[in-house]
């Protein structure tokens, strides 16, 4: 099987490309600088028109977005436990988050920086700004919230690929100079996540590394 991963460091490719890892899936990673515009280059329209990633190509085949992609890896490689395919329960609720980060937090976050996915009015980007910083922001407290009943994992007892996923968000929170430490319920599943060598690896490939302070010894 042939398996090309579109990604850009530290995006919400992350969340991907640590499904990888975790499932030891032999591929060629594909970087682009979102930054210098590569994902609007007729290389990568060619492969994904949205111009968006993470994009998959697997035999010649496209999948993107986050969850779709996930949800291929947990079922194609069902021994690497990304989601809790044998409880029908926890399914549903690993793709009602999915589901909601991929529909309301990470726009919430777009609407920050992405004005043009929205609207072509400049007034009315500046407007979305500003109530994106407010949305991403009451989004991470929500994810904090998730923990208050003691669970170490977004779903329960078991480690599952959605909290990888929100690891996209604790990480993009200093960009709009939110404290980390505002949230120390999800602080201490991120400890756990760096303990993971799966997650460290998928790091190290995008040239990024965890928060030191986060790191077990320290
Ligand atoms: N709903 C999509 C969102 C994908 C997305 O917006 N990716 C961003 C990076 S986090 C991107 O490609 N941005 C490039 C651009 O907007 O030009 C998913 O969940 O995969």
């Not at 329960?156 to 960009?175: E, H, N, Q, T």
Request: charged share 20%; proline share 7%; hydrophobic share 45%.
């Amino acid at each position: 099987m042939s398996i090309r991963f579109y990604f850009a460091p530290g995006a919400c490719s992350l969340a991907v490309h640590i499904a990888l890892e975790e499932a030891g899936v032999e591929h060629i990673p594909i970087r682009l600088s979102l930054a210098d515009g590569d994902q609007r280059r007729p290389e990568f329209l060619s492969v994904n028109p949205l111009g968006r990633i993470p994009a998959l190509v697997v035999d010649g085949q496209l999948i993107t977005e986050v969850t779709g992609i996930l949800a291929w890896l947990a079922h194609r490689y069902p021994q690497a436990g990304l989601l809790p395919l044998g409880d029908p329960f926890l399914t549903g609720k690993a793709f009602e988050l999915a589901s909601w980060f991929a529909s309301s937090v990470h726009p919430s976050f777009a609407q920050i920086g992405r004005g043009e996915r929205f609207t072509d009015d400049p007034a009315t980007r500046e407007v979305l700004k500003a109530d994106g910083a407010v949305r991403f922001r009451r989004h991470l407290d929500r994810i904090e919230a998730l923990f208050a009943d003691g669970r170490p994992w977004l779903l329960g007892d078991r480690y599952s690929i959605i909290d990888a996923y929100a690891l996209v968000f604790y990480r993009w929170a200093p960009r709009l100079s939110i404290d980390q430490n505002d949230f120390p319920a999800w602080t201490a599943q991120v400890r756990r996540l760096y303990a993971r060598p799966a997650i460290l690896r998928a790091l190290a490939q995008e040239g990024l590394s965890p928060e030191p302070a986060l790191l077990a010894a320290a």
